[in-house]
Nanobody, 120 residues
């Protein structure tokens, strides 16, 4: 019933920018903390950025100063503004969140993610 859908990925040259979106849909009571992850083949999923209900943020050292996470609670959407992109940022980017429904509270199953490719 409840799902998160990532969008906004694509191909960009080094130094370029992308803005990713994560939109929640379905029946739910609230969205608590929200997270961005990324994963490349053969590597574990890496936490990139997190944001709380109140707007407090945390970032992986590898993206600090280049990425900005934000959320629009009225739209049930989280964003990741990615600037000064590097080839090592290439990955599938996933979002997740603690969702409260009438029957369940917790993280959702992983979705399909959105591919970000940084290459000349």
């Amino acid at each position: 019933q409840v799902q998160l859908v990532e969008s906004g990925g694509g191909l960009v040259q080094p130094g370029g920018s992308l803005r990713l979106s994560c939109a929640a849909s379905g029946r739910f009571l609230s969205i608590n903390n929200m997270d961005w992850y990324r994963q490349t083949p053969g590597k574990e999923r890496e936490l990139v950025a997190s944001i709380t209900n109140s707007g407090s943020t945390n970032y992986a050292d590898s993206v600090k100063g280049r990425f900005t996470v934000s959320r629009d609670n009225a739209k049930n959407t989280m964003y990741l503004q990615m600037n000064s992109l590097k080839p090592e940022d290439t990955a599938v980017y996933y979002c997740n969140a603690v969702i409260r429904t009438p029957d369940f509270t917790g993280y959702l199953p992983w979705g399909q993610g959105t591919q970000v490719t940084v290459s000349s």
